[in-house]
T-cell receptor, first 114, second 112 residues
Framework: NAGVTQTPKFQVLKTGQSMTLQCAQD?????MSWYRQDPGMGLRLIHY???????DQGEVPNGYNVSRSTTEDFPLRLLSAAPSQTSVYFC?????????????FGPGTRLTVL | GQQLNQSPQSMFIQEGEDVSMNCTSS?????WLWYKQDPGEGPVLLIA?????ELTSNGRLTAQFGITRKDSFLNISASIPSDVGIYFC????????????FGTGTRLQVTL
């Protein structure tokens, strides 16, 4: 199993540009999440999904969109990038449910918005 | 919202020393998770705790679920250089395991 994969690893955008961060998992996990990590802070939840076709907002959803058309993929879209979105983005997946909430994280995407 | 505060923020220790760190919350958690993040990597789960008072070990790591359910502790015995990294506590939001609240992290650096 490849686990959780994320592409790209690094990205530089100009303010106002749009892009999609890709996330895929091959563990047949129902639950997937996107987090951002800023210097000196823990991870903060952006959006999450409990299954194909179901998504919901996390702690910091503004400026981001998600969709979950398949169990395997959970892309994160930035519609109009802003410097405040400069961060490291992590995707995670888990089986979900009490006692099964081990989240497996991808390697991260480092995004810089100029 | 739920917040998790970790202390210390960072620590330098000598190889072979024992390490203790803790995580406190203003609200109750029913699950406590401890993750480690190596430089340039995503977090990796070390220990999961599901019951107040529970004490769980994973090799040289031992974690405890506080009886008030508002805190948790992680101990590392006989530290080695590969213990370097950032340690995060985390807990799921009530009702769903897919929404984790993370602590601010404890950065551990080991000197030889």
């Amino acid at each position: 199993n490849a686990g959780v994969t994320q592409t790209p690893k690094f990205q530089v955008l100009k303010t106002g540009q749009s892009m999609t961060l890709q996330c895929a998992q091959d563990m047949n996990h129902e639950y997937m999440s996107w987090y951002r990590q800023d210097p000196g802070m823990g991870l903060r939840l952006i959006h999450y999904s409990v299954g194909a076709g179901i998504t919901d907002q996390g702690e910091v959803p503004n400026g981001y969109n998600v969709s979950r058309s398949t169990t395997e993929d959970f892309p994160l879209r930035l519609l109009s990038a802003a410097p405040s979105q400069t961060s490291v983005y992590f995707c995670a997946s888990s089986y979900g449910g009490l006692g099964k909430d081990t989240q497996y994280f991808g390697p991260g995407t480092r995004l810089t918005v100029l | 919202g739920q917040q998790l505060n970790q202390s210390p923020q960072s620590m330098f220790i000598q190889e072979g020393e024992d390490v203790s760190m803790n995580c406190t919350s203003s609200s109750i958690f029913n699950t406590w998770l401890w993750y480690k993040q190596d430089p340039g990597e995503g977090p990796v789960l070390l220990i999961a705790l599901y019951k107040a008072g529970e004490l769980t070990s994973n090799g040289r790591l031992t974690a405890q679920f506080g009886i008030t359910r508002k805190d948790s502790f992680l101990n590392i015995s006989a530290s080695i250089p590969s213990d370097v990294g950032i340690y995060f506590c985390a807990g799921p939001h009530t009702g769903t395991a897919s929404k984790l609240t993370f602590g601010t992290g404890t950065r551990l650096q080991v000197t030889l």
